[in-house]
């Protein structure tokens, strides 16, 4: 069975940082590439960034590229989405999906990581 | 950066209606779109795929078409299930979204 399992809920301080995590099983780890994407309450999906997982390349939206790092492990097929300088709209779900054979759509999501920024 | 304009905002309908989501895209992408259905409390579901192809085990009252620029999500005869938000995505060059469509009940 193809799916992503994430890391648990997350709170955090103002201006510290997350790292949320995202394990794949059921498909070839190294022939895809994993998306992040967040949704606050109320509002729009929004996309964070991607990584092809067997180059390595990866690629940020122009409003995150400041703060956050996408980064995987191929020894244990687990992606990681680090956001710095937290702030209180970073309060959202994060979600990653992967696309089984990169380039292509990201049709395998996990279930969502919820992160609260709160002092 | 890519920019995705999806329309309307809100779309107001009833059980056996059908319904059009159109999604634009600020240049040409050609084929590289994807429509999700999104729940609160869910994952987004993958429902086309490259504009018009649908995605294993999804309704074939759920169609894509459209190319380039133009795109629409179209749902032959809605069902009390269908009632959720649809969200456009380019996956050409970097992967924007647009903005959502939240399908009511009339």
């Known amino acids: 069975q193809m799916q992503l399992v994430q890391s648990g809920p997350e709170v955090k301080k103002p201006g510290t940082s997350v790292k949320v995590s995202c394990k794949a099983s059921g498909f070839n780890f190294t022939m895809s590439a994993v998306q992040w994407v967040r949704q606050a309450r109320g509002q729009h999906l929004e996309w964070i960034g991607w990584?092809?997982?067997?180059?390595?390349?990866?690629n940020y939206a122009r409003k995150f590229q400041e703060r956050v790092t996408i980064t995987r492990d191929m020894s244990t097929g687990t992606a990681y989405m680090e956001l710095s300088s937290l702030r209180s709209e970073d309060t959202a779900i994060y979600y990653c999906?992967?696309?089984?054979?990169?380039?292509?759509?990201?049709?395998?999501w996990g279930e969502g990581t919820m992160v609260t920024v709160s002092s | 950066d890519i920019q995705m304009t999806q329309s309307p905002s809100t779309l107001s309908a009833s059980v056996g209606d059908r319904v059009i989501i159109t999604c634009r895209a600020s240049q040409s992408i050609s084929t590289w779109l994807a429509w999700y259905q999104k729940k609160p409390g869910i994952a987004p579901k993958l429902l086309i795929y490259?504009?018009?192809t649908l995605e294993s085990g999804v309704p074939s009252r759920f169609s894509g078409s459209g190319s380039g620029t133009e795109f629409t999500l179209t749902i032959s005869s809605l069902q009390p299930d269908d009632f959720a938000t649809y969200y456009c995505?380019?996956?050409?060059?970097?992967?924007?979204f647009g903005q959502g469509t939240k399908l009511e009940i009339k």
């Open positions: 995505q380019q996956y050409n060059s970097y992967c924007t």
């Open positions: 990584i092809a997982v067997g180059s390595d390349v990866t």
């Open positions: 999906a992967a696309a089984k054979s990169w380039p292509d759509v990201f049709d395998i």
């Open positions: 490259k504009a018009s």
